[in-house]
Each structure stands twice: as structure tokens, then as C-alpha cells.
């Protein structure tokens, strides 16, 4: 009752950007996306529709990435947002900050910017506190 309700993640995968192809632009999608070629512009999925991007080890994104759920272990350069998850796998590089609400990192990742907590709590507030004047 009082957490927020998260989608799920994409379990389908709905394009499929195959290796050794390279988009220059960017790239707007929603469902479900894997990219295992590269991309030099933004990777951006529709804000409040459930999406997951997937980035295989050969995958490169030059620019911004914001989806619902990411999983990663390939590279991106640029700050990432993630507004529910991302897991970043062993061979996952990032340089740029990362805005995430839940994040799992195995072993061998690498993140070279910022970690920046996104409190899902902060927004969905029941009751909100004053501080005691100590009188």
C-alpha cells in the first residue's frame, strides 16, 4: 500500500540492432530492445511505458541512455537513467553518471562518473514529517 508499484521488465525482445551495424542518430524505442552493434546518439524509451534495454559485451552507445529496466555488459558513454532498474554484468563499462533507483553490479564492472540514487520514497511521501521545534 504504501511502496510504489514497479513494471515489469520486458521479458520479450522486440528489436534487435545485430552486431556490426552502427545507427548514427537517435534511437527511440519502447518494449523491449537489444543491442549487441553500436550506437552514436541517444538511446531514449518513452517515460511511464515499461521498457528494457539490453547491451550485449560487443554493444557500444555513444550518448544518453534512459529506459525503465537496463541490463548492460557492453559500454556507454554517457550518463545513463534507469527509473527502476539496471544490473550492470562483468564486462559492463560506463562513462557518465549513472541515475538509478535499484542497481545490481557484478564483478569486473567498471563505472568511471557518478552514482546517483534516484528514492522512489521521496515522491510517493504518506505522511510528511515536521522537525521538532525543542521546545
Not at 545513463?80 to 532498474?85: G, I, K, L, P, Q
Not at 552514482?115 to 522537525?131: C, E, G, I, N, R
Amino acid at each position: 500500500m504504501f511502496s510504489r508499484k514497479h513494471s515489469k521488465p520486458q521479458t520479450q525482445i522486440d528489436s534487435l540492432i545485430g552486431a556490426g551495424t552502427t545507427i548514427d542518430g537517435n534511437l527511440n524505442f519502447s518494449g523491449g530492445l537489444r543491442i549487441d552493434g553500436q550506437v552514436n546518439g541517444n538511446v531514449i524509451a518513452p517515460q511511464g511505458k515499461p521498457s528494457t534495454l539490453v547491451l550485449s559485451e560487443h554493444a557500444r552507445v555513444l550518448g544518453e541512455v534512459n529506459v525503465t529496466h537496463l541490463v548492460i555488459n557492453g559500454t556507454i558513454n554517457g550518463p545513463v537513467f534507469a527509473s527502476e532498474y539496471m544490473e550492470l554484468q562483468g564486462k559492463a563499462r560506463i562513462n557518465g553518471d549513472v541515475h538509478y533507483t535499484a542497481m545490481e553490479i557484478q564483478l569486473g564492472a567498471i563505472v568511471e562518473g557518478r552514482l546517483v540514487h534516484s528514492s522512489a520514497a521521496k515522491q510517493d511521501k504518506v505522511v510528511a514529517f515536521k522537525a521538532g521545534s525543542g521546545e
